[in-house]
């Protein structure tokens, strides 16, 4: 079951990618560097509250629970001047991995897209390699890979 996201998970989102950049799923920045964390906090919280990023894209978040309780979640944004959509961050509790709800959460955000004509797009972390290994899996196409390593993927509704 899944439903809209709103202030009261911030805690749980947050947590969720702090433990995840620790592994590497996220980028380490938000471990490594105050800063970076405080930041991604209050632009998980403008999301939750206002349904905008601090650069001003549209974005908003879906939290996938289990016997009522959230496993994981999506946070989504805008492209570029507000077009198209972007996969921004996903991440399922460590309890949940492994188990096939990472793959229905994102399967979950394509049904829901799906007839619309768009395209949606996804930039994984090079220490990413589950996230875009079920990205593929699920019909993204790497259509490139930054300086950085950053790869970007893209999946054509």
Same mark, same amino acid.
């Given at each position: 079951m899944h439903r809209d996201a709103n202030i009261g998970d911030l805690d749980f989102i947050y947590d969720l990618i702090m433990n995840g950049a620790k592994q590497g799923f996220f980028n380490r920045k938000f471990q490594q560097l105050p800063a970076a964390a405080h930041g991604l906090r209050l632009e998980i919280s403008l999301i939750l509250e206002s349904r905008i990023r601090p650069n001003g894209l549209k974005a908003s978040g879906i939290i996938y629970e289990h016997k009522g309780q959230p496993i994981g979640f999506v946070l989504m944004s805008a492209g570029e001047k507000n077009k198209g959509n972007e996969l921004w961050m996903v991440a399922i509790h460590k309890d949940f991995q492994k188990k096939g709800y990472g793959k229905k959460m994102v399967q979950g955000v394509l049904d829901k897209f799906k007839? +619309?004509? *768009?395209?949606?797009?996804?930039?994984?972390?090079?220490? @990413? #390699?589950?996230? %875009?290994? +079920?990205? *593929?899996?699920?019909?993204?196409?790497?259509?490139?890979? @930054? #300086?950085?390593? %950053?790869r970007g993927m893209i999946y054509e509704l």
């Open positions: 007839g +619309l004509n *768009l395209m949606l797009f996804a930039r994984c972390s090079p220490e @990413s #390699e589950k996230m %875009y290994q +079920l990205l *593929l899996k699920n019909g993204f196409a790497h259509v490139e890979t @930054s #300086e950085e390593g %950053y």
